[in-house]
Structure formats: C-alpha cells, structure tokens
C-alpha cells in the first residue's frame, strides 16, 4: 500500500507563541516531501480531529504525524485505526524544557524532522500467526500443580499433568493435619483431606494425568511446544501449548545441623517433616523414636538452619504456623503434656495472626523467644540450652524430644547449583568443563529445555535457587516465555498461598496461548504485533544475539546458525542491538530508521553550541524527562532525546554514524542494573552497558575521547535528576570541546 | 478466544490489585470495567516513595500496566466513581455505578494555567494533609488519566471564575453532574484496598497530641520528591532535619482493641524508612520497638541488608506511652526492652508509627458485598476478593492475588 | 552453668483455675509493663510474671515481690492487645502464693477452694450455737437482759468466757500463721540476694506510711476510684480497732458492762467506723462492676473478702438497731451472724485476701530494702 504522510503541527499550549510553525511546516513539504502539512490552534478538539480523519478518508493519508503534547495527557484522542501514528511531544521536549526561542525553534524542528523519518520509514506490523496448540502442560502433581490444573481445565483449557512419583498430592500427603486454608478461628488442625482435589483431577476430562512420569525434552515455543515424556521406560511426544512448573520443594538437609543441634547424634532431635511422620504413623500419638515412649515434652526449635548465613538464609515463612500446629499435635492427644516453642520471632503475617492466637489458647503450649545454641543429652532427657532468651540470659530447659523447624529449599536449586558450576567452569576453558563433567554428579534436571540458553528456567540472581519473578508488580514474570514456575519452587510459602499462586500461573499461561495465537507479544510489550525479522543471508553466525537474548528465544545449530522462535520473543530489541551487522529490524522498529533520525539531527555549526544526543528508555527516562518538562525544569537545548524501546536494543553502530557527523556527545539513559535490575526486560540495560565497553575501538578508530559516550540509569521517578545528569555531561563535553568533525 | 463470547468483569478499585486484575484479565480476552473513586488509577501505592525490598519506584511498574490499559481497548475505567448497587446471579450482574463529576471535561492538556490562576487551596489529602494543594490540581505528575480535577468543596460557588477564565480550551465545567451508568457483568472482582489505620484511636501513643509523631504512610510523602518537603525528611514541629528517629511496630495492629490482625507490610516498610534515613544521612540513628519482626520469605535478606547500616537498634518490647519531651520538641518514647529487662525511655527527633492497615471494608461497605467483621471482604461464587480487600497482604503479595481472582473471574464468564 | 527450668503445665493450670483464664493469651509484647504506672524501670512487671505463669515457674515468681507490688489498678489488662489480662493473672498468682505460704494447708485449701465456702461459715455458727446450747437457751432457759433490763448482748452472751477468750485464742492463731508465712516469705525473698539498705526498720516505718497514705494506689491512672473506696476500708477497720481496743479496757479495766450509750466515745468511733466501712465496700463493689469489662470483676477469692468484711459491717449495725428497738429472736439471730463474720474475718485472715495486708506490706518492705522502688520514675530518660 502506497505510503501517504500527513504531518499536523498543534499550536496550542503556547507551541503557536513559542515556534514558528509556518516555518516548520514550509521544511516539512519541501525538504521532507510531505504530501499534507497543517498547522492547527487547538488539534485536540473535535474539529482538529475531524479535520485529520477526513484528509485520511479524502486524501488517503495513512502514516500521521502529531507534533504537539505527549501522549501521555492526549492519551486516545489521536488513535486512528489502520494507520501508522507518530506523535512528537513538541510542547514538552521544545517549548517547556528549553528557554530561547532561537533554540526552541531548532528543537522543534529536529523533532518534527525525525517524527516524520520515522514515518517515512515505518510500516504497521503484521502479526507472527501460526497453528498452536492451547494445552497447558503442568509439570508436578503437588497441591500448586493439581490446583493450577484443575484451574485451568475450569477455564476450558486441556491439561497433562505430570507427577514423578506413583500418586498424586505431593508433600501434603506426608501431613497428619494441616493448618486451616480459610478460617483460622475456628479450631486449629485441620484434616488433610486430599481426596476431593485428587479425584477432581483424575475425573476431569480435560485433565490428562501421567503419574511415575518425568519430563525427558522440552522442544519449541509458545503454542508450540514439543513435550516428550518418559513414563516407565516409554516415551511419548505431546504438542504442549504454555508450561506450569509446580515441582516444589525439598526440606533443608538437616545431617548439616548435626554439630549444632545434635542431629543424628541423638536420636530423639527430629525434623519438623520427621515429627509430621511420626504424627501420622501412630495417628497423633507422640512417640518418641529412642523408646518409642509416648513423650511428655517436646521442644520446637524454630529456624533451625534457617535465617543463618551457614545454611539457609532466608525464612521459609511456613514453619512458625507448623510448629503451632504441631505442638497441637503434642497437647492435644495429651492433656498433662507440654510443648514449648523457642523462637527469634513469630511469624504469622496477615490473618494468620488469629491462628497464632487460636493455637497458642492452651496451656500446654509454650511459647518464649531465645537462641538455641546448644542440646546435651542426659539419661533419657535432652536439655536445650537457650540464650538472649526472655526466660534469662542462658537457661537450659528439659525436655523429652526436639523438633527442629527445618526450612525449605526449591527442587530447581540442584540443577542451578550444577550448571552454575558447569558455566564457571567452562569460563574456565575446555579442560576444566571436561573435569567438572566428570568429578561432578549430574543432578536430575526438571524441564529439560532444549534451549540453547540452558535447559531449566534461568535462575533468579540472590534468590537462593527460587525461580522466582525478580518484579514486585510483575510475580509471575519469567525469562522463558510461556514457562511459568508457581508455589514453594517460586518463593517459600504456605498451602494456602500456593493454591492462590497456582491461580495466578494458570492465569498467565492461558493469557500467553492467547497472545501468541494473535501473534501478540506477552508482557511487558502485550499489545506488540512486531517480531524481529532477521536477515539470515547477511548471518555471520557470531552468536551474540544467541547469547544476548534476555529470554532465550533465539537457538542456534552447531554451525552457530541463530533460529529465531517468536512465540518466545518479547520484543525488546536486544538482538538488534546486539548484530555487528544489522541484520535484525522490526517493521516499525529497526537500526536504519533510528540511525536516520539521528544523521538528520541538526549539528550547529559554532564551537559553543553543542549537540547531544540522549537515547533513553521508552518505560522509565522518558517519561521521566517528560515529568521534567510537566514540572518546567529546564534543560540544556543542546540536548535531542531519542526513545528506545530498551536500552539493550542500542546499537553501536547509531554511536559511530552520530559522532562521525559531528554530534559532540552520547548520552544513554537505561534502567538500573545488577542484582536489584528495574530493566523491564531483566538485562537490557546491562547488556546497553556492556556494549559501552567495546565503544572504545569505535572511537578510538574516529581518534575521539570515549568521554564523549556516557550511561546513566535512571529510574521513572527521578525525573529531577534528568537536568542535573544532563548538565554534568554537559560540563564533560565543553571541557573536551567540540567533534573535531563538526561541519564535515 | 476459542470459545464464543467473552467474559465481562467488574473490578471494584483501580489501585494495584485492581490494576493487575483488570489487565490480566482483559489480556485473556476479557471485557474489563474497572470502578475507582480517586480521580486517577494507582491507589495507595501512588503515595509510596520506593518499595521494598528493591527501593524501587512504584510508578515503574504502574506505568508499564497504564500503558497496558491505554493500548487494551477491553479495558473501560471510571475514575471518581463508585458502586451503588448489585444485583443478580453469577453470570448475570447488573450493577449501578455512580460517576461524580470531576468538573474538568476531556478538553483539558495538563497546561497548568488553571492552577496558577486559582484563588483559593484546599489540604491535600495525597500528602496526608502535610501541604496544600490548589483547589484545582493535579493528583501527581505521573497521575493517568493526566487530568486536572476541581475541589468543589474548597471553591464552592463562582469562586473558580478565574480558573475558568484562565482555561483557554473550555475544559472547566462547572455545570458537570454526578451521573449513575447501569452495566451487566458475569463477575466481579473486589480489590477496594486498605487505607491507614487512624493512629489518633491508639490514645496511649500521643498521635495529634504530641509533635513529631507521624504515621509511615506520611513517612512515604515526606521522603517523596513530590511530596510537601521536596523528598527531604524533615519533622512537622519546626522543619529540623532528623537525627534519632524511633519505629513503632505494630501501632494499632496485632491489637484487639484497634486492628486485630498483623497487617504484613509494617516491617518492612520501616525497615525501609530506615534505608531513607540513612541515604539522607548515614549517621542518623534508628530505634525499631517491635514485638516479632516479620520479614518472611527472602525479605530476610532485605532485613540483613538494612541490618548492615549500622545505628539500626532493634528492641524487642512494644512501646506503650509517648511524651513530647520536656524542653523541647523532641519526643520520649518508653518500651520495655525485653532481652535486657528493663524499661528504656527513649529521647528521639522523631516518631514513625508504624500504622497498619484497615480494609475499606471497615467503614466503608459496598452494597451487596458481604464482609467480616475485621472488615475484609468474604468471597461468595461470582464475586472474588483480591489484594487487601481480602487480607493484609503485599504489594507482591497483591499481584499474585489479583491475579489468582482474575482467574476465578473468567471461569464464571466462560461458563455461561 | 546456666540454670535448668522444668516448665511446671500443672503449675500453670493451677493460675487458670484461679482466675487467670485469660493467661494463655499472652503473646509478650510487654505493652502491661510501660502502662503500669507502679512497675519499676528495672525488672518491671507484669510481663514477666506472664511469661513465668505460662510456663508454671512457680518458684521465680513466688520469690520475686513484684507480685505484690502490682495493686491490680488493671491500667494492663485495659490496654493489653490480646485480652491477656494480666491484672487478673497476677491476682490469681497472689491466691497460689497465700496458699502457698499460710500455714496450715487445709485451710489454706478451704479458703481458696469455692466448694468449701459452707463449711468455713458452718464452722463459728456451730461453735456459737454451741455455747448457746450450753447456756441452755435451747433448753429453756430464759435470756437473761441486763441489770435496768433492758435487751444486752452481754447478758447473752457474757463477753468473759464466751465472746473474748475464743476471739483471742482466734487472734493469737492468726497471728501464728502469719509470722510463719512472712517468716518463709522473708527468707525466700532474701535468699542470695544482699539487701541494698540495712536500716530494715526505716523501711517499715516507710512502708506503713505509704499504705497509710496509699500512696501507691494514687498511682494508679485507669481506676483512681479505687483509691478513696480502699482508703475508707482500710480506715475504718483501724477505727474498729480502736473501737475493740476502747471497749476492752472499759471492761477489764474499768469493769464497766457494755452496752454503753451512743453518746459514748467508743460508740460514735465504732458507729462512724462502721458506716465508713459499709460506703468503702459499696463503693468498691460500683466499682469492680464499673469496670468489669476493661479489667474483669475479679475473683471468688476477691469476692469472698468482700462478702465478709460486708457481712461484719451489716450484721454488725442490724444486731446494734435491733436491740435499741428491742426486737429480740432476730437481734439475737443477727448479733450470732455478726460473730460468725468476724469469726470468719479473723480465723482464716492469713489464707483469704485478708492476707495480702501482711505479704504486700513485706513485699514493700523488701522492695524498700532492695531499692527496687527507685527506678519508678518516668523523667529520667536514655
């Protein structure tokens, strides 16, 4: 379809008073070859409205340029369906940020200038659309995985469930009771009562179940995935449209608390998940294992091997509830017996403190804070020695039995700790990978991916081998598109959260079908029909945007050949900026059209007046710096900012062609990185800063100062520090003084 | 969708779990209709300054889900709007919302020029009634829908004549009306939040009474750069910056006499104003009272990491009684520190009260909605609860909520 | 070596069963310790003492004077976030710990024990109706009046042998039992611990000046009405004291037979004793009342004091105006019930609340000693 661009210039808002729009526009038609260009009083009115759709209906226009306010204040006024639409915030980033006229005049027209590339230069995106499949396949058969089943099958989707053990129902098989899932006032244990939620499952027939099965390959992309399952030496191949992985947890070893707490060493120290067998076994009566006497005292020893820095350092946040559950268990099949429970603090968030309340209403339940440091047995009594206690600084207290309130740790910790090792290795060279391989035994992996990126769902930085969402807004966010982790294998957390949890991940794998069945991007780009169109011929298999990728969606032969899976995709850009040779574009997204708008940037001629190009994140600096302008700071006119769709899609290529056309100076504005990121896509403005790196060569190779090109991150809320990050560059660049290839 | 009609919501509250309800929900293909009574979307989190434990901006995450919603055309919100009335069946809602007028109509381009010329101010109540704002104003910079609202109450009559005036594109209109829209839905999502305990009803802990004694959601204002003090945290009393400044947990919470459950955040959130603090001025000296510190799950690690500052005293032991000191504006507080036995009164610049939260389901019930009598909401099959509305949660905690309900939502509609 | 606890549940549920119900609630924030305006800076109470009786450590909480320097104001249990009510704990403890000390256990038990709350009555009733038989008033024998024959107590029961010489062997008794109690007591408090002051005699002189004064009530912010309405109590017994005090030396000294005119010294300090007695009971029992659902209404064995000390006042005043009118069965009836009160009154002193007179007042004395009252001061600041 033939391209027709109108450009309409809004002088409302004081723009009129500020620019010579006329002057603008006469540039527009002539030097830019656009066929309507109108300037109009107030565009946002229903008649400049009008006025646009007709010049779309009468004259065909079909890519629209608004240069006036942000979008962010005329947020639907100008969506005109079918059409290309670029708006220029001309009124913040001209008229409101920067104070001479002469300069807001030349401001305007850089922006205007490159709306209008951008127009010229991008299509509407047609959607990635393929044949997908919409079963939702969920790997372990423990509470979070049958709840997100039988969730999901409520929705009308088909689910495969699959359990490695014989049964399904997982830990909450091993409980004797449980804590209540709703109401906490009314009694404290609860049966476990499995059965209802099993044969939920097992009689649903959306519900395909394969118990004593494990996953042998995972294959493909959203909508399409290739499952192969082993089942009793067999193995059968599915079409799989999203993931849940609900495989949970394990409990924390706890021979490793021998020296502390005397484990192993006396027979009668038990774990919390031993004491829940011994409950079940004799149907609640407590007897202890050196004797199997039926005990008068037990003591809970809470964070045992948790909140310590030697074993697990995190809180798994369900024992205190367990632990008052289980001295219960303790009093309540024995009036005259006591159970006391040593803790740092009582942990009952919410509504649970009612169960806290509810539990501790008996007599033979003890509670106090203290540090247990030590246990010594003596005839048949073990005695626990307490510090920094509210009972005295050091007391030693009798008791019968101890259960020590071991934590959790994930079923993904094994394979991470594995090919984190594997990866250090490797780094190491051929010879160590070779070594590793051998002295180390090979976990059992969980999904097994077959993605060039690893083949477990990548681990989250300090999260203690959780594949847990690093975003506080964003829980069920993940680096494999498509794959969503839900329950204990995701952050410690108690039944009922995990049942409410499974919920959620059923949620977002029936959204991802939906999206990729429209060729729609997932979070955060949900509404991008765009995908990245690589031009393979011009390959040279340098796998950095293999490597690169955030999301692994790009896989390669041994060749070093990337295959691109869009279904996997989030439209980040990452690859595009990552390719040396620029081969990757998105239709109305891509190296060329940026690079033209940045060689279009007007470039002063006189020494004192440089020009600064800020490429800056479309999610966090720009509207920070459109804050800025709402707040009328004011900024150096030198400076011409560019959004990008992340910071990791920046090419270094853009850097070269500016400097070389004399702009005096690069400035980057990204999210903050590291461990904490705020990088929407996980490692985009990492990567942007590891690029930064290796623009030394470049500018050595143009003989200038690596100064020149600066990152800052930013966060959304900062817009206050925009002019103050941009005047210290500024300094930085007068005092290295003008591009010496100014005016070539 | 596979399946033929799409389900239709309603999401009662545009505040984080409302939000993440509403968008997961239409990004499955549901029709969204989200009611909120503030003139923007955000709700409480739009007044925190950072969250824990990344001490990151709140707005972040919010502008990624505003965008969401721009670019959803599923999603319909009504914002200064509330429920009046619900009727029906699962699957068969019909439910009246009331929009009250917001006198600024969609002519409005955020210029400004109405506020500069506006006579007359009212308390903000954005800030905790720290500042003033002008009658017509703007809830916050980063505010969606970026629209100007006018405070009739505070520029009654023709008293916004100047402003009006003032506005060239005709956006003020005083004549504007509360109007109530009648719409029928499969489901209903509850997420009508929490707002912060009134610290005044803790009579024992000198709020109103005695200087310097702020609640945590002020803490949040105070340490905003958009807040009343440009992000500076400075004590009410006379402007001074802050040196020694005491927590106390659990104000109001964990307390049958005022909010008898724990209301999850409190700890955090004050470890949090401690990072404040401390990035404001390292020497400054912080005293945490509590009764059990509660950083479950790897909010541990966020405890550490604070820990690690130094000039962080945690005392095990509630504080019951605060006095304004003697000589000056400086407050005692008094706890019993536990580990050590003994009564400590503590002299500090400042007091943060660690307020917890009260489900709006306290005071303020929405008609045909059940509620316990701890003021949260009970689900019943067709209406879901999510986020605090349901139970004193966190903002993680909210998103995984919200979007377990959106899930339950959908099931109804998918049904029929 | 540190010490060894063996957590006592029996212990524990004895507290229960004495009116701490609520112990159980306690989750050890110690908002009762800084609202209670009488608990020290160092060591304060009561949110040890709660801690202590959920786990039955019987021993550190019968040997630490805290107990009794709580005056039960329930400023605690008015703000204690969980309705743990520790003034009614602590109440419950000091019954554990009278019984505890008070020789012998058997009354001990019956005092404390609800059910036995006949026989403790039955007991002075038989004994009275006892002498009456004895001076055949059941057999016949005309109630001899007095010498202008007009209705007399004396005349009925003659104070020499009947009424005195059974009171007194009683007082005596009493008197036994508490410096034993007080003797164990002392010594348990003293044990291992140096006294900080040596004028031991000082901190009597003190301590009785503060209870004189009630100066520790005053402290007292949520109940102040407790103050007057104790302080009435306390006054009138020691006005009836007097009154006993006045009428004994008449008789033996001055061989002088009551009954003696109202213009009397002896009768007016009695009659305005007597009348402040009954006001201070009622105004307590408004009070309890009044502020039962803050504080809870107390005990049996609060109770039981309470009966007793209003019965000896009533019977007293009734058995007084039925023989001025002359009205003989029922001033007989009632002056034999005014007997058995006081009968009451004094024989089971050590083991009722009565008790808490004589181990409270030690317990200031050795707080006195100890200098455990010095840190009770709200200005001094860290």
């Known amino acids: 379809m033939e391209k027709k661009i109108g450009l309409y210039i809004c002088k409302g808002c004081g723009i009129g008073e500020a620019i010579n729009t006329e002057k603008i526009a006469n540039i527009a038609k002539n030097a830019l070859r656009v066929p309507v260009v109108v300037e109009h009083d107030f565009l946002c009115s229903n008649e400049g409205i009008e006025l646009i759709k007709k010049d779309i209906n009468e004259q065909g226009v079909n890519s629209i340029v608004i240069a006036g306010c942000s979008p962010r204040v005329k947020t639907y006024e100008f969506t005109f369906p079918g059409c290309f639409v670029e708006r220029v915030p001309v009124r913040e980033l001209a008229v409101w940020t920067i104070e001479s006229p002469e300069e807001q005049q030349l401001a305007a027209e850089d922006y205007i200038k490159m709306g209008v590339i951008k127009a010229q230069k991008g299509e509407i995106p047609e959607p990635y659309v393929i044949e997908i499949n919409r079963t939702i396949l969920v790997v372990g058969g423990g509470i979070s995985g049958m709840t997100a089943a039988v969730e999901a099958a409520k929705a009308g989707y088909d689910v495969v469930l699959v359990e490695k053990e014989a049964e399904l129902g997982g830990f909450a098989r091993k409980l004797y009771k449980k804590v209540p899932t709703d109401d906490y006032t009314k009694g404290v244990l609860a049966d476990v009562n499995l059965e209802p939620l099993i044969n939920e499952v097992t009689s649903n027939p959306k519900i395909k179940v394969y118990t004593s099965s494990k996953i042998e390959k995972i294959d493909g992309q959203p909508g399409d995935f290739d499952v192969t399952i082993a089942k009793n030496g067999s193995t059968e191949t599915i079409k799989i449209g999203a993931i849940i992985q609900a495989t949970g947890w394990k409990s924390y070893d706890a021979k490793k608390l021998a020296k502390k707490y005397g484990y192993g060493k006396f027979k009668d120290v038990v774990t919390n998940f031993e004491f829940e067998e011994i409950a079940k076994r004799n149907n609640g009566l407590i007897k202890r294992p050196s004797d199997s006497r039926e005990v008068k005292s037990v003591l809970f020893v809470q964070c045992a091997g948790q909140r310590d820095p030697e074993h697990l350092p995190y809180c798994s946040g369900m024992c205190c509830t367990t632990s008052l559950k289980q001295a219960r268990y303790v009093t309540d099949n024995n009036p005259e017996a006591s159970a006391m429970i040593i803790y740092k603090d009582m942990r009952t968030p919410g509504k649970l403190e009612y169960y806290y309340k509810e539990a501790q209403n008996t007599p033979g339940v003890m509670l106090a804070k203290g540090e247990v440091v030590g246990i010594r047995e003596e005839w048949d009594k073990l005695y626990v020695t307490v510090k920094d206690s509210i009972l005295g600084e050091e007391v030693e207290i009798e008791t019968e039995m101890v259960v020590l309130a071991t934590g959790m740790v994930p079923t993904t910790k094994e394979p991470q700790d594995y090919l984190n090792g594997l990866a250090a290795a490797a780094a190491k060279g051929d010879e160590e990978k070779a070594k590793y391989l051998e002295t180390t035994k090979k976990p059992e992996f969980i999904l097994n991916l077959g993605y060039r990126q690893g083949p477990e769902l990548p681990f989250l930085e300090g999260g203690f081998g959780f594949v847990d969402s690093n975003f506080i807004c964003f829980q069920y966010e993940t680096r494999r598109t498509g794959i969503y982790a839900v329950g204990p294998v995701r952050q410690p957390m108690n039944m009922t959260d995990a049942q409410e949890d499974a919920r959620g991940a059923a949620l977002k794998a029936i959204q991802c079908l939906e999206h990729v069945a429209n060729g729609i991007a997932v979070h955060p780009r949900a509404w991008d029909t765009s995908f990245p169109e690589p031009n393979l011929t011009k390959c040279t298999a340098c796998k950095r945007c293999t490597e690169e990728c955030p999301f692994g969606a790009i896989d390669e032969d041994e060749k070093g050949t990337p295959f691109y899976k869009p279904n996997r995709c989030r439209r980040c850009g990452t690859c595009m900026g990552a390719c040396p040779e620029r081969i990757v574009s998105f239709k109305d997204y891509n190296v060329d059209m940026l690079g033209t708008m940045m060689k279009n940037v007007s470039v002063p001629e006189e020494e004192d007046r440089p020009r600064i190009i800020v490429l800056c994140c479309e999610n966090d600096a720009f509207p920070a710096t459109e804050t800025a302008a709402l707040n009328k700071l004011k900024l150096d006119p030198a400076v011409r900012f560019i959004q990008l769709r992340c910071l990791g899609s920046m090419n270094l290529v853009w850097i070269a062609d500016a400097l070389s056309k004399g702009v005096d100076g690069m400035l980057l504005l990204g999210c903050k990185f590291g461990e904490d990121y705020q990088c929407h896509f996980a490692k985009g403005s990492e990567l942007a800063k590891y690029r930064l790196g290796k623009v030394q060569e470049t500018l050595d190779r143009l003989q200038l100062e690596s100064d020149r090109v600066q990152m800052y991150e930013v966060a959304i809320d900062e817009y206050w520090r925009i002019p103050q990050i941009i005047n210290e560059f500024m300094d930085k660049i007068r005092e290295i003084g003008p591009n010496p290839f100014k005016g070539f | ?416 | 070596m540190a010490e060894i606890l063996k957590p006592d549940l029996q212990f524990a549920n004895e507290v229960i069963k004495a009116g701490g119900e609520s112990l159980k609630k306690c989750y050890q924030c110690s908002t009762c310790t800084v609202v209670c305006s009488l608990s020290p800076d160092d060591k304060p109470f009561p949110r040890k003492e709660m801690l202590y009786a959920q786990w039955g450590l019987k021993e550190k909480l019968f040997k630490n004077p805290d107990i009794w320097l709580c005056h039960h104001c329930g400023d605690c249990t008015a703000y204690c976030p969980r309705g743990a009510k520790p003034g009614e704990v602590l109440g419950a403890v000091r019954k554990l710990m009278i019984k505890n000390y008070s020789p012998p256990k058997f009354l001990a038990n019956w005092v404390a024990d609800p059910k036995y709350v006949l026989l403790i009555f039955i007991i002075p009733l038989l004994f009275f109706l006892g002498e009456m038989a004895l001076l055949g008033y059941f057999s016949g024998t005309e109630i001899p009046r007095g010498e202008n024959g007009e209705m007399s107590y004396v005349a009925f029961l003659p104070a020499v042998p009947w009424i005195d010489v059974p009171f007194m062997a009683l007082a005596g008794f009493a008197v036994i039992c508490f410096y034993l109690g007080v003797k164990k007591y002392w010594l348990d408090l003293t044990e291992g611990t140096e006294l900080k002051r040596k004028d031991i005699y000082n901190c009597i002189y003190e301590t009785i000046k503060d209870v004189l004064l009630h100066k520790k009530f005053q402290l007292c912010t949520l109940n102040k009405g407790r103050v007057t309405a104790h302080l009435l109590v306390l006054y009138a017994f020691i006005g009836l004291a007097i009154t006993t005090g006045i009428a004994a030396f008449y008789e033996w000294v001055l061989r002088w037979e009551s009954p003696y005119p109202q213009t009397n010294i002896v009768k007016i300090i009695g009659n305005i004793s007597g009348i402040a007695l009954l006001i201070g009971m009622f105004l307590i029992i408004a009070n309890r009342t009044k502020n039962a659902l803050k504080q809870g209404l107390g005990s049996y064995f609060d109770w039981l004091l309470i009966t007793v000390i209003l019965g000896v006042g009533v019977t007293g005043f009734l058995a007084e105006l039925l023989r001025e009118a002359e009205v003989e069965t029922l001033g007989y009836a009632s002056y034999i019930a005014h007997l058995v009160f006081v009968f009451v009154l004094f024989a089971y002193a050590p083991h009722s609340k009565m008790a808490h007179m004589v181990y409270r007042a030690t317990a200031m004395v050795f707080a006195k000693a100890a200098m455990r009252e010095e840190t009770v001061k709200k200005e001094e600041v860290a």
């Open chain 2, 1 to 416: 969708m596979h399946h033929n009609g799409s389900p239709r919501i309603l999401v009662i509250g545009g505040g984080f779990s409302g939000l993440t309800a509403g968008i997961e929900a239409a990004e499955t293909g549901a029709e969204v209709i989200i009611v909120e009574k503030n003139p923007y979307l955000g709700g409480r989190v739009a007044q925190l300054n950072k969250y824990f434990p990344k001490i990151c901006p709140p707005l972040c995450g919010l502008e990624i889900n505003f965008r969401r919603v721009k670019v959803n055309p599923k999603i319909k919100f009504y914002t200064m709007s509330q429920v009046e009335s619900i009727s029906g069946t699962p699957g068969d809602y019909t439910v009246k919302i009331k929009i009250n007028p917001r006198y600024v109509n969609e002519n409005c381009t955020a210029c400004n020029v109405c506020a500069e010329a506006c006579p007359a101010e009212r308390v903000s109540d954005f800030n905790f009634g720290l500042n003033k704002t002008k009658a017509i104003y703007l809830p916050f910079e980063q505010a969606f829908p970026l629209r100007y609202v006018l405070d009739r109450t505070a520029c009654p009559n023709d008293c916004p004549a100047p402003c009006v005036q003032a506005c060239k594109y005709n956006a003020i209109d005083l004549n504007m009306q509360a109007e109530t829209i009648e719409v029928k839905v499969d489901s209903i999502i509850v997420a009508t939040g929490w707002k912060p305990y009134d610290a005044t009803k803790i009579d024992n802990l000198g709020f109103g009474k005695v200087k310097n004694v702020i609640t945590n959601m002020m803490m949040e204002r105070l340490a905003s750069k958009n807040g009343p003090t440009g992000g500076q945290i400075l004590r009410p009393s006379d402007g001074k910056p802050v040196e020694k400044v005491a927590f106390v947990q659990c104000a109001g919470s964990r307390d049958e006499n005022h909010l008898p459950f724990c209301s999850y955040i409190c700890c955090m959130a004050s470890l949090k104003h401690t990072l404040y603090l401390k990035e404001q001025n390292p020497d400054a000296e912080v005293f945490i009272f509590y009764i059990d510190i509660r950083t479950p799950g790897r909010y541990e690690k966020f405890f550490n990491k604070v820990l690690e500052q130094g000039g962080v005293n945690l005392i095990k032991g509630k504080v019951a009684a605060i006095e304004q000191a003697p000589d000056s504006d400086d407050v005692i507080v008094t706890a019993e520190d536990m580990l050590s036995g003994a009564k400590i009164h503590q002299k500090v610049d400042m007091v943060v009260l660690a307020t917890g939260m009260q489900p709006e389901g306290m005071e303020f019930k929405v008609p045909g909605l059940k509620y316990a009598i701890d003021g949260f909401v009970v689900d019943a099959e067709g209406i879901y609860s999510a986020g605090c509305a349901k139970n004193a949660m966190d903002v993680a905690g909210c998103g995984k909520d919200a979007t377990g309900a959106a899930l339950k939502a959908i099931q109804i509609g998918l049904r029929r």
